[in-house]
């Protein structure tokens, strides 16, 4: 977890510093001083969370919020409590008052975690089941195609082409797109452009390049990188 650390007092700085110190999955990446050195590593850095000073010089931790197009997780650090109904107006997970305490201090890094937890999961694709169904429109013609009877998904650009059948219709999804659904032991990468179904593999050889060739059953070729090849016959212990 990518952190940065505000606040214009160096010893303060450094007490958080030392405070974090237990908790090694915190990365900090930068420290400021004032709003307008803030606002800049906040840019360049892109952080998960900021721990914000409340009064500084050039303004308050308020003030470098709302100037903030893209506002990362934010922990207040004041000395004073009169903020703390304004701080979490503007969504902080949690506001500390000096001294900071690091029982204290490891609750409010619990509840980032957990926030943080929470998104990530609500956020991943969910996996396609293998006796799943998609619906594929290419021009006039529909297909309601079950996710086991496809060979091979192929990159075409912004399309996928999709080979099931003796039929070649292209779906209006990328490859990595459909990479997020499908289940890695089922479906593998073989290279940038392609996907292939494992049930339908006839046949894996060596290409001329270091990689591997798949036959599918259908007849067809589809190469595997090198550094692709080496991943799977890893996991295969091939």
């Given amino acids: 977890m990518k952190i940065i650390l505000i606040d214009d007092e160096h010893l303060a700085r450094m007490e958080l510093r030392r405070l974090l110190a237990a908790h090694p999955q915190i990365q900090i990446v930068a420290e400021a ?70 029982e204290r201090l490891s609750q409010a890094i619990k509840r980032v975690e957990t926030r943080v937890a929470r998104t990530a999961h609500a956020s991943a694709p969910k996996l396609l089941a293998p006796n799943s ?30 080979y099931f059948d003796l039929e070649r219709p292209l779906l209006l999804k990328s490859l990595n797109q459909l990479e997020q659904r499908l289940e890695s032991s089922q479906f593998i990468r073989a290279s940038r452009r392609a996907i292939v179904n494992l049930q339908f593999v006839d046949r894996i050889g060596p290409s001329a390049a270091g990689g591997l060739i798949f036959t599918l059953k259908n007849g067809l070729l589809v190469e595997m990188s090198r550094r692709r090849a080496a991943e799977f016959k890893e996991l295969n212990r091939i």
């Fill in 133 to 162: 169904k998609i619906f594929v429109k290419d021009g006039e013609r529909c297909w309601l195609i079950a996710l086991e009877t496809i060979a091979l998904f192929e990159s075409e650009g912004n399309y996928t082409r999709i």
């Fill in 33 to 102: 001083g004032n709003i307008e050195e803030a606002q800049r590593l906040i840019s360049e850095h892109n952080p998960d969370l900021i721990f914000l000073d409340v009064q500084m010089p050039g303004g308050s931790g308020f003030d470098l919020l709302a100037q903030l197009d893209d506002v990362p997780d934010v922990i207040f650090t004041t000395a004073f409590d009169s903020y703390a109904m304004r701080a979490f107006e503007v969504n902080a997970l949690d506001y500390l008052q000096k001294p900071i305490n690091s």
